[in-house]
């Protein structure tokens, strides 16, 4: 059974840092894409970034400069470094695995995990 569990989410001051983790279990996602999404209350799921398996990232714009995404493939796990945040940011972040079809589209994924919620205080 394929889980992705996230974690490293929490409560910061507007201007801080946090450091999301998603560990992939049953099987290995090396040579696939895994990406971050987010939710805030009332809106849709939101891309933020993806790395591919090839190494090639990308960013929504709104986090371009402030989140990195990197991966550990020994671990099967991806990381997302978030910088400088804002309360903007706020909102639960999903990480995904496996896409097909674009990779901003949330509906492309082939697995989720159950998210962990960031709160950007002003």
């Known amino acids: 059974q394929v889980q992705l569990v996230e974690s490293g989410g929490g409560l910061v001051q507007a201007g801080g840092s946090l450091r999301l983790s998603c560990a992939a279990s049953?099987?290995?996602?090396?040579?696939?894409?895994m990406g971050w999404f987010r939710q805030a209350p009332g809106k849709g799921r939101e891309f933020v970034a993806v790395?591919?398996?090839?190494?090639?990232?990308d960013y929504a714009g709104s986090v371009k400069g402030r989140f990195t995404i990197s991966r550990d493939n020994a671990k099967n796990t991806v990381y997302l470094q978030m910088n400088s945040l804002k309360p903007e940011d706020t909102a639960v972040y999903f990480c995904?695995?496996?896409?097909?079809?674009?990779?901003?589209?949330?509906?492309?994924?082939?697995?989720w995990g159950q998210g962990t919620q960031v709160t950007v205080s002003s």
């Open positions: 790395m591919t398996g090839g190494g090639y990232r």
């Open positions: 049953g099987r290995t996602f090396s040579n696939n894409a």
């Open positions: 995904a695995a496996q896409y097909s079809s674009s990779y901003r589209n949330p509906n492309a994924y082939n697995y």
